[in-house]
């Protein structure tokens, strides 16, 4: 990482929770634990309060369907390291990866809702440009996702147009595909707590 | 999905205003991509903007310019947030537009 103190800065106990990581996954320590554990007070707790509630907080989205958005949003920004790690979870969530290969080559002809596309397609702009407006609001709202569900992706768009700056500004290192699928199990299975 | 709204406004006050290495008006300058001299404004703005751009000469002429690297983690947290903030008040208000009663 472009920060030293990303990557060797932590406190000892935090050092030794890594080692605990690498020797039970057998898998390097990902960049992204390595940020949330840096100062945790500054960032990583309050984050992670966050993205726990956006991702695994009660939602009409199933933990699939909001996989797909983080993916989505982090292909839309650019971000390779966030899009195979969230690419890897959504694969996880659905039992394989036939949706979120779709979902991510190509948006129109994915084999999903329509609520869904048009909530993604929301969120691919927002991304994109910066902005909506209240036109591409009725279009999301038209193809029946409600306003909680639009509100619900919002957050989690919120989550990843955060976490991928960081993840491009501090050059996280792409992990292999090994590791990336540990991470994934380890989010299925505990949230982003 | 009821306690994010609550999550984020800790998230942004615990940035801004809770201790940290960078100063808060720095901080501020930020998460709101103005009134930063250069280097920093270009690296803020990158992070806002295109972050993928960003490059290790980014980060370098923020070390140039005297910055721990504490200061600069504080300021591209902020300068993510900030942008990420941006969008997601512009799209909750645009929805309002669009479910406001006639």
Avoid at chain 1, 9 to 17: D, F, I, R
Avoid at chain 1, 60 to 67: I, K, P, Q, T, Y
Avoid at chain 2, 5 to 33: C, H, M, P, T
Avoid at chain 2, 45 to 50: E, S, T
Wanted: aromatic fraction near 6%; include cysteine.
């Amino acid at each position: 990482m472009r920060l030293a103190i990303l990557d060797r800065g932590h406190g000892s106990g935090t050092k030794a929770l890594f080692a605990l990581i690498r020797a039970v996954s057998r898998q390097p320590v990902l960049d992204v634990i390595k940020l949330v554990k840096y100062r945790p007070d500054f960032y990583g707790r309050p984050m992670q309060a966050v993205t726990h509630e956006a991702m695994r907080g009660p939602s009409a989205w199933s933990f699939g369907d909001r996989e797909l958005m983080a993916a989505l949003v982090a292909k839309t920004n650019g971000c390779e390291w966030c899009t195979r790690a969230h690419a890897a979870v959504a694969e996880g969530a659905f039992g394989d990866g036939t949706k979120i290969s779709a979902v991510l080559s190509d948006l129109e002809t994915a084999p999903i809702d329509e609520p869904l596309r048009a909530t993604l397609r929301l969120l691919g702009k927002l991304t994109r440009q910066h902005v909506v407006n209240a036109d591409d609001m009725r279009a999301a709202l038209a193809a029946g996702a409600s306003r909680e569900q639009i509100e619900d992706a919002l957050a989690v768009c919120f989550a990843f147009n955060t976490i991928g700056r960081l993840a491009d500004t501090f050059g996280f290192s792409l992990a292999s595909s090994k590791a990336f699928e540990a991470g994934a199990k380890y989010l299925l299975a505990r949230g982003y707590r | 999905m009821s306690e994010i709204r609550q999550a984020r406004k800790a998230l942004v006050a615990r940035i801004l205003e809770g201790g940290g290495k960078a100063s808060v008006a720095q901080r501020r300058a930020a998460f709101d991509n103005a009134g930063l001299a250069e280097p920093l404004s270009t690296l803020v703005d990158k992070v806002a903007k295109h972050a993928y751009k960003v490059t290790d000469a980014d980060i370098a002429a923020a070390r140039a310019a005297a910055l721990s690297e504490d200061q600069i983690f504080e300021i591209v947290v902020c300068a993510a947030i900030g942008q990420a903030t941006r969008q997601y008040d512009g799209a909750l208000a645009a929805l309002d537009a669009a479910t406001k009663k006639e």
